[in-house]
């Protein structure tokens, strides 16, 4: 199953089926195009927090609170940014176990779907004699 981020929500295709069959009483608008929404204000409240602390004094009443409240947007907005690095990660190595299904089928292997496998890094390489490109993920399974 490919799963992929949207408004803070990780979709799955029976998900998006639904969607698209609400397309049409809203107008050929995406439902999920309303859900990220609130999502992108986020990072208007975090410039609109910021801009209120620079222009208040620090002996006031409220800068604390101002402060509470930035620190917490900064902190929502790094979960969800972590969130979809995730779902990048999972639909990248469903990606790679689909292209090496058939490989995996006939040597028997499983699948390299695992929910504590974790992408590092991935590398790209070519040899300059030819214009194919060598590409090479870097994984970790945490136990």
């Not at 929404?37 to 002996?59: H, M, V």
């Not at 790679?96 to 991935?122: C, H, I, W």
């Amino acid at each position: 199953m490919v799963v992929w981020w949207c408004g803070g929500v990780v979709w799955c295709a029976r998900d998006q089926l639904y969607l698209r069959e609400k397309r049409d009483a809203y107008n050929g608008i995406d439902m999920s195009a309303f859900l990220m929404n609130p999502i992108k204000r986020l990072s208007r409240y975090d410039a609109l927090l910021r801009e209120l602390q620079r222009s208040t004094p620090p002996e006031h009443a409220e800068a604390g609170t101002i402060e509470a409240a930035l620190g917490r947007i900064r902190s929502i907005i790094d979960q969800l940014t972590e969130a979809r690095r995730a779902v990048d990660t999972t639909n990248s190595l469903a990606a790679l176990n689909a292209s090496m299904q058939s490989e995996s089928d006939a040597s028997g292997g499983g699948s390299l779907l695992q929910p504590e496998r974790k992408l590092v890094r991935t590398y790209s390489a070519s040899d300059r004699s030819s214009p194919a490109s060598i590409g090479l993920s870097v994984w970790c399974d945490v136990m």
